[in-house]
C-alpha cells in the first residue's frame, strides 16, 4: 500500500524512521494529461508486433525523472527505483502482463499444501548472477534476512510487514531469534516457507522486488549510493553517474524466447536523469527516447501543451495512450472525530461532491466510479455504487446535522500532491452544500502526523496499489491497523471478519463475494467517497517492439528489441541535454 504524493524521494528517511513494524509507503504525484481512455484491454500498452523475428543487440536511450533512486530491491519502494530493480534483479515468481496472473519465474515449479500454510518451490538450475556466481535457494534466504533486518544499511525495508505472515519472521525481525523458523532449504534448489496462517495473495507478496535473489557473497564496485547489490536480472550497472546510467545486458542471463535466443535483446540500456517531465516529451519527439512511461517520470504529468505537441506528430499518435492508473484518490473521514462521528455529516459530505466535474477541473483525473482502481475491480469481480452527486440531500442532511446552522469542518491536504486545483474545488463543493470549511493544505509531513494523531477530521490523499488485489486497498478499513494504516479510524468487527476469511480463502468467487459486502459497506456508511483515478501517459516509438505496460504490474525490458529500418527513430540517441 502506498500513499500517493509528490516527495516519493522521502521513503528511505521520513518512512523509515515514521514506519518501524507496519508496511511502509512510497510518496508519489500521480499524473496528468487529458485524453480519451479505452478500458477494454487490461495491457494498456503494447508495442506493435513485427512480421520478423525479434534481432538481438542495440541500444535505447530513456529519460528518468528521479531526485534519488534506490537501486537495493529490499529497500526500494517508489515509483521510479521499484520499476528499475525489475530490470535489474531476479525474484521467485512474477506477473503475466495479459492475465495479471502469477506465473514462475526464478522458481521452476511450486506446490501449496492442503491447509494453505507451506509453500514448497523448485528453482531453477544454471541461472547466474552478473558475476558469474550461482543462485541458490540460499540466495533468496540471504535477501529475506536483508529485509527483516531492521538496521540494514544504508536504509532499512518500508515494508517488512509483507512478509510477517511467515512463521519465525516477526520474531527475527524484532531480534527475538537469530534465524527463520519458517523458512527451510532441504536443498541448493529447494525453498519452502511456512505461514502462521493462510494467506491467499502470498504469491504476489513474492512477486515484489523485495524477496529478490542477491549474492550476499559479492556487490558491485559502482553504485553503493544507490544500494546496489549483486543481482542476476537481465541487465547490469556499468556507469552510475550524475547524467548517466548506463546497462548492458547479462550475458549469463537465463531466460530465452520461443525460438531458443537468449534474452535479453537489448545489448545496452543508457538512462538519463531529468528534471522536468516535459524535456522527456522533447526528447520524445526528436526520436532520442526509446518510450515515455509513468514509471520513468515518477507518475508525474507532461504538461497539456507539450503532450498535444508530442501526440501530434504523426509517427508518435498510434504508439501513444493515456490510461486510468492502479491509484485512487478520495477523501477520507476519521469517524472518531466529530462531526465526523455523524453518519449523517459524512453522507452530506459524499453528496456534496460532484466527481464529473472534479475530473473535468483537475484534468489529470478520471471520476470515480467504485470504491477500487477499474482494473481491480475487474479482475475482482466488485461492483460497489457509489453515493451519488446530490446536492440537495447534501443540504437537507447539513441542515439537519447542524440543526439549522452551518457544520464546521477542516479539510486537509498535502501541498505536494498535485491536486490543489480538486481540493479547492472540493472546498467550494463543501461550502455549496452548508459547510463551513476551512482549508488546511500541509506539507507532507505536516499531513501524516495530523492523520496518525487524529487531529484531520476529513482528509484529501490518494492511495496506489502495491499488489493487485482488493485486500491491498481494503486492508485500510481493519481496525488492528495503526493510524497510519487506518487513518479513517474504522473498527467494525464484521468487516475485520470478512476480510480474515477473503485473505484466507483459496476461492476466487468466495473472495468476490466477501470484498463485495465489505466495500458496500464502507460506501454505505460513508467512510470515505472515492474521488477519481490518474490518467497515467505512455508514448512508444515507431520500431520498438517488446514494450509492455499495465499498471500495478512490472514492466520487463527483457523482451524489447529494436527493428533496424533506415531512418527509423527507434535506434535512439543521445538527449541533448546530456
Known amino acids: 500500500m502506498k500513499r500517493a504524493a509528490k516527495g516519493w524521494w522521502v521513503t528511505s528517511s521520513v518512512v523509515a524512521a515514521a514506519v518501524v513494524a507496519v508496511v511502509g509507503y512510497a510518496r508519489h504525484q500521480v499524473p496528468s494529461g487529458a485524453a480519451k481512455t479505452d478500458r477494454q484491454s487490461t495491457v494498456v500498452v503494447k508495442a506493435s508486433a513485427s512480421s520478423t523475428r525479434p534481432r538481438a543487440g542495440g541500444s535505447i536511450s530513456l529519460d528518468v525523472l528521479a531526485n534519488k533512486v534506490d537501486l537495493d530491491p529490499a529497500s526500494a519502494f517508489d515509483p521510479v527505483s ?65 529485509v527483516l533486518n531492521r538496521k540494514l544499511k544504508p536504509y532499512p525495508c518500508p515494508a517488512p510487514s509483507f512478509f510477517f505472515s511467515i512463521d519465525g519472521a516477526p520474531a527475527f525481525y524484532n531480534g527475538k531469534a537469530k534465524s527463520i523458523a519458517g523458512v527451510k532449504v532441504p536443498s541448493p534448489y529447494t525453498l519452502v516457507f511456512r505461514l502462521s496462517k493462510p494467506q491467499a495473495d502470498f504469491l504476489k507478496v513474492l512477486a515484489l522486488p523485495f524477496l529478490s535473489a542477491v549474492d550476499d557473497a559479492g556487490r558491485p564496485s559502482l553504485g553503493h549510493a544507490m544500494g546496489l547489490q549483486m543481482g542476476s536480472g537481465p541487465f547490469q550497472p556499468v556507469r552510475m553517474s550524475a547524467k548517466r546510467w548506463v546497462f548492458y ?45 509513468p514509471s520513468l517520470l515518477a507518475d508525474n504529468r507532461i504538461s497539456p ?116 486545483m480538486v481540493v479547492k474545488k472540493i472546498g467550494q463543493m463543501l461550502t455549496e452544500a452548508g459547510f463551513a470549511v476551512k482549508q488546511r493544505r500541509v506539507s507532507f509531513p505536516e499531513f501524516l502526523r495530523a492523520q496518525e494523531t487524529g487531529q484531520a477530521g476529513v482528509f484529501f490523499e490518494g492511495w496506489r496499489e502495491d499488489l493487485p488485489g ?37 476461492s476466487r468467487q468466495r473472495r468476490a463475494e466477501l470484498y463485495q459486502k465489505v466495500s458496500t459497506k464502507i460506501i454505505q456508511d460513508a467512510v470515505i467517497v472515492p474521488i477519481g483515478y490518474p490518467l497515467l501517459q505512455y508514448v512508444v516509438q515507431p520500431g520498438i517492439h517488446g514494450f509492455t505496460a499495465v499498471p500495478g504490474i512490472p514492466t520487463s525490458w527483457a523482451q524489447v528489441w529494436v527493428e533496424r529500418k533506415s531512418g527509423s527513430p527507434a535506434r535512439t540517441g543521445k538527449p541533448r541535454h546530456d
Not at 500454510?117 to 535477501?143: C, I, P
Not at 491491498?472 to 470478512?498: K, M
Request: proline letters at 6%.
Open 249 to 293: 545486458r547479462n550475458p549469463h542471463y537465463w531466460r530465452t524466447d520461443q525460438w531458443g535466443g537468449h534474452l535479453p535483446y537489448l545489448q545496452e540500456v543508457v538512462l538519463h536523469p531529468v528534471q522536468n517531465p516535459d524535456l522527456a516529451a522533447i526528447d520524445c519527439e526528436q526520436g532520442l527516447v526509446a518510450w515515455i512511461s
Open 470 to 506: 482488493a485486500d491491498d486497498f481494503l486492508g485500510l478499513f481493519q481496525s488492528d491497523n495503526p493510524p497510519v494504516l487506518n487513518p479513517t479510524q474504522y473498527h467494525r468487527a464484521q468487516i475485520d471478519h470478512w476480510l480474515a476469511a477473503a485473505e484466507s480463502s483459496a
Open 305 to 420: 501543451a507539450s503532450w498535444r505537441r508530442l501526440t501530434s506528430q504523426p509517427t508518435l499518435r498510434s504508439g501513444a495512450a493515456v490510461k486510468p492508473g492502479d491509484t485512487i484518490w478520495y477523501l477520507g473521514m476519521n469517524v472518531k472525530k466529530k462531526p465526523f462521528t455523524d453518519v449523517d455529516v459524512r453522507r452530506a459530505i459524499a453528496y456534496s461532491v460532484d466527481r464529473t466535474a472534479l475530473a473535468r477541473a483537475s484534468g489529470s483525473l478520471t471520476a470515480a466510479t467504485g470504491l477500487l482502481p477499474p482494473e481491480t475491480a475487474g479482475q475482482e469481480g466488485v461492483i460497489a455504487k457509489l453515493l451519488p452527486f446530490d446536492l440537495k440531500k447534501a443540504k437537507a442532511l447539513v441542515q439537519r446535522s447542524g440543526h439549522g446552522h452551518r457544520v464546521q469542518v477542516s479539510l486537509w491536504s498535502s501541498s505536494g500532491d498535485g491536486q490543489s
Open 82 to 146: 521499484q520499476p528499475l530493480v525489475h530490470q535489474l534483479y531476479d525474484q521467485l515468481v512474477t506477473y503475466d502482463a495479459d492475465s495479471r496472473k502469477v506465473i514462475p519465474m526464478a522458481a521452476q515449479s511450486w506446490t501449496v499444501s492442503k491447509d494453505g500454510r507451506t509453500y514448497t518451490f523448485h528453482l531453477r538450475k544454471g541461472m547466474r548472477f552478473w558475476n558469474g556466481d550461482a543462485v541458490t535457494a540460499q540466495s533468496f534466504v540471504d535477501e529475506l534476512k536483508r
